[in-house]
């Protein structure tokens, strides 16, 4: 099994930053590669990508709407993963959610996670 669970949310002006973290933990974890992602949900829309990573950490992958803004990234131990949002613009409120897939290969679908962490809520004031 694998638990994940996200801290570092809240409320910040707009063209702030905030650094969200990911905890992983849980024996599938510790046995296996597995990459990580971030995905956010507004009210009243779907649940979205943001960015992803490998094993590694060598590989990156972000939305259109996050890139050049959003930097994700992991630990050494490959237990934590990060993500520093920059610039942040009202649009960008929602409900964070950090996500784990078995394998090293970083995936953009959330239906390609089968461990998600209990969200954390970001809000950005204009």
């Known amino acids: 099994q694998v638990q994940l669970v996200e801290s570092g949310g809240g409320l910040v002006q707009a063209g702030g930053s905030l650094t969200l973290s990911c905890a992983a933990s849980?024996?599938?974890?510790?046995?296996?590669?597995?990459?990580m992602g971030w995905f956010r949900q507004a009210p009243g829309k779907e649940r979205e990508f943001v960015a992803t990573?490998?094993?590694?950490?060598?590989?990156?992958y972000y939305s259109n709407s996050v890139k050049g803004r959003f930097t994700i990234s992991r630990d050494s131990g490959k237990s934590t993963a990060y993500l520093l949002m920059d610039s942040l613009k009202p649009e960008d409120t929602a409900v964070y959610f950090c996500?784990?897939?078995?394998?090293?290969?970083?995936?953009?679908?959330?239906?390609?996670?089968?461990?998600w962490g209990q969200g954390t809520q970001v809000t950005v004031s204009s």
């Open positions: 990573i490998s094993w590694s950490g060598s590989s990156t």
């Open positions: 996500a784990a897939r078995q394998g090293s290969t970083p995936s953009s679908s959330r239906f390609d996670y089968p461990y």
């Open positions: 849980g024996r599938t974890f510790s046995n296996y590669a597995m990459a």
